[in-house]
C-alpha cells in the first residue's frame, strides 16, 4: 500500500463476503486493509509473497452501473452501489474514486512482487 492515502474507494461485489474473523484464524494471513463499510479488501501472507485482492480495482468507470441496471432489469433489487452515483441517483453519471488507487495497487504489485524475483 505504499503511496496510498489513508482513505482510498475500491469497487467491491455486493454477492461476497470475506470474513475478517475467519482470515484471523489462519496465522499466516494478515488484513492490510479493511473497513466497516466495505469489509476486508487485502490480505497478504505474513511473508509478503502472497497478495489477496477481494476487491474490483479492475473495474472501469461504467462497470458498476451496468450491473446494477442489469439486474434491475432482471427483476431483482439491487442495491445501489455506494459511494458511486452522485446523491446515490443511478440516473446521473457515476464518479470513479478508485482509479488512482487501482493504477498504484497494481504498480506497487509489479514492482515489489514481480520485477524485484525476475532474474
Given at each position: ?47 509478503g ?30 442495491i ?28 506497487n ?11
Amino acid at each position: 500500500v505504499r503511496g496510498f492515502d489513508n482513505e482510498f474507494y475500491a469497487p467491491h461485489s455486493r454477492f461476497q463476503e470475506v470474513r475478517a474473523e475467519d482470515i484471523k484464524k489462519v496465522k499466516e494471513l494478515e488484513i492490510l486493509c479493511d473497513s466497516k463499510e466495505a469489509g476486508v479488501y487485502i490480505v497478504f501472507t505474513k511473508g509478503g509473497r502472497r497478495i489477496f485482492v477481494t476487491g474490483h480495482a479492475e473495474y472501469d468507470a461504467t462497470t458498476l452501473r451496468d450491473e446494477y441496471f442489469r439486474d434491475l432489469d432482471k427483476g431483482k433489487n439491487p442495491i445501489i452501489p455506494k459511494h458511486y452515483f452522485p446523491n446515490d441517483d443511478p440516473t446521473k453519471k457515476p464518479i470513479v474514486r478508485w482509479r488512482s488507487h487501482a493504477n498504484l495497487l497494481f504498480s506497487n504489485w509489479l514492482n515489489y512482487f514481480v520485477y524485484q524475483i525476475t532474474p
